[in-house]
């Protein structure tokens, strides 16, 4: 009898270490999926609605001119709001305010199933967008924090990458297919049980993070951040649409952040910690986000435009068009990013990135004027398959590279922000410079957009070579 119990006792004993093994196994891969879940999430739901505005349009009976409001007004609620969400992970902790975030973000989509009209939408919208703001810099801070510093954190980061990729390539694919076979209100209702699920998934794998120590959470500063990038983004977004009249919004802004960066700076509990982006491989990082947004969307832009214009594809054909290009997309941020980061480090990986944009960018000029289209399927390798997948993870790396556990949250809200503002700004000029163009000329337009970006994807590596010494960055052996 006593050997009976003895062996029980083994038995229970050798289930709890294995079932904290498996726990221990099972536990860093669950939080790689709940965090990448935001990046997908986001990513997918602006590429799946870009399609489906032309059906919307019709459905809630606006214009199609109107209906670009859908979108502007998610990019404005989730480019101004990212930093908030940062600096709310650093004082409340990361698995909060991503469990918050993507509450807000599923609870936001559901309610689209009985939209009805165009002010109920737009707050919708809104609502997404405040939603993936906060869950966004959480996720990055949350890989960072769970990821060691090295080979496994960088893997981590390209498949952080691959499920943007992802994101947008099915964005792309099903946006048409939903609203020709289906209705419109499933490109928003449908996530909502996947949503579900990963909160469901966080409260349970995600590690739990104390509040930081400081006494009050700086209400002003934060007040007028918000209200500062709100303008901001609100007068790029419309200025290729409105006028120059928006320039009011945009200086307004402007002067509004300058205002909140005085005061925060002689505020005992300021906003922004000035220790945390001291940093030169950081603030090197921030500023390749704000290029590399401003000129990706702008790339396929125009892109898009060319494939349309000078090759008669329908708006379906461009969506399946561009879908293989973003899929592989994934791959290369899953199966070569990891490669080109042990053998020439991260800040060399961005370097190439810049370097293919600038290759790109040339190949569009051709394609504007010889109208080669086999030439036209290289650059959209070269940029959407290739730059976007190894630049955005090593750029994300960079911009938290030296920023203390505490400050990461508003570190990786700041890069957001930059990329996300970085691609409104880009977005506004080749807008502008298809209206304003010498005399309209479509040709000379398509010139100036990629001459913009050839310009800044040089400016992004003379940044970045300027103080590389050396480029890869120091790592655990």
């Not at 998610?74 to 698995?95: E, Q, V």
């Not at 001291?278 to 396929?300: A, D, E, P, R, Y």
């Not at 290009?325 to 990986?349: D, H, M, N, Q, W």
């Not at 959209?380 to 203390?404: K, R």
Request: net charge positive; hydrophobic share 55%.
């Amino acid at each position: 009898m006593s050997l009976f119990f003895i062996n029980c006792r083994t038995i229970i004993h050798l289930f709890y270490v294995y079932k904290m093994n498996v726990n221990k196994f099972w536990k860093k891969p669950l939080v790689l999926l709940v965090a990448c879940s935001a990046i997908f999430f986001e990513s997918l739901d602006v590429s799946i609605v870009n399609l489906s505005l032309q059906s919307i349009s019709h459905s809630i009976h606006i214009r199609l001119a109107t209906t670009q409001w859908i979108q502007t007004v998610y990019l404005i609620a989730f480019g101004s709001l990212l930093l908030l969400g940062g600096r709310l992970c650093d004082y409340w902790g990361n698995k909060i305010i991503f469990i918050f975030g993507l509450a807000i973000f599923g609870l936001a989509s559901l309610s689209a199933a009985v939209c009805g009209n165009l002010f109920f939408l737009l707050l919708i919208r809104a609502s997404q967008g405040f939603g993936a703001a906060m869950a966004m810099p959480a996720a990055i801070s949350i890989l960072s924090s769970t990821f060691d510093e090295g080979l496994e954190r960088n893997k981590a980061f390209g498949i952080f990458g691959a499920s943007a990729a992802i994101g947008f390539a099915l964005g792309l694919a099903l946006g048409g297919i939903i609203t020709t076979y289906f209705n419109w209100h499933w490109i928003f209702s449908m996530s909502f049980p996947i949503i579900l699920l990963v909160i469901l998934i966080s409260i349970r794998v995600l590690p739990n993070t104390s509040k930081q120590a400081e006494s009050s959470f700086n209400f002003l500063s934060t007040v007028l951040l918000t209200l500062s990038l709100i303008l901001l983004c609100y007068g790029i977004h419309n200025l290729a649409i409105s006028g120059w009249y928006n320039l009011c919004f945009i200086l307004l802004g402007i002067l509004g952040l300058i205002i909140m960066l005085k005061y925060d700076r002689k505020n005992p509990n300021p906003f922004f910690i000035n220790a945390a982006f001291k940093n030169t491989i950081s603030m090197q990082g921030q500023l390749s986000s704000f290029i590399l947004g401003t000129c990706f969307l702008s790339f396929v832009f125009v892109s898009t435009l060319l494939l349309a214009n000078n090759f008669g594809f329908s708006s379906t054909s461009i969506g399946f068009t561009l879908l293989p290009f973003s899929l592989l997309s994934a791959l290369v941020s899953k199966y070569i990013l990891p490669v080109l980061f042990k053998r020439f480090g991260e800040k060399t990986v961005v370097v190439i990135a810049m370097s293919s944009l600038f290759v790109g960018a040339i190949l569009l000029m051709v394609v504007a004027i010889e109208n080669i289209f086999s030439v036209l399927l290289i650059a959209i390798f070269l940029v959407n398959s290739f730059c976007i997948a190894i630049g955005f993870p090593a750029i994300t790396i960079l911009a938290l590279t030296g920023i203390n556990l505490k400050n990461q949250g508003t570190a990786a809200g700041l890069q957001s922000s930059l990329y996300t503002i970085g691609s409104s700004i880009g977005i506004s000029f080749i807008g502008l410079f298809l209206t304003y163009g010498v005399e309209n000329n479509y040709l000379f337009s398509i010139l100036y957009s990629c001459s913009f970006m050839l310009v800044l994807s040089i400016v992004a590596v003379i940044v970045l070579v300027l103080r590389a010494s050396p480029c890869a960055l120091p790592r655990k052996t």
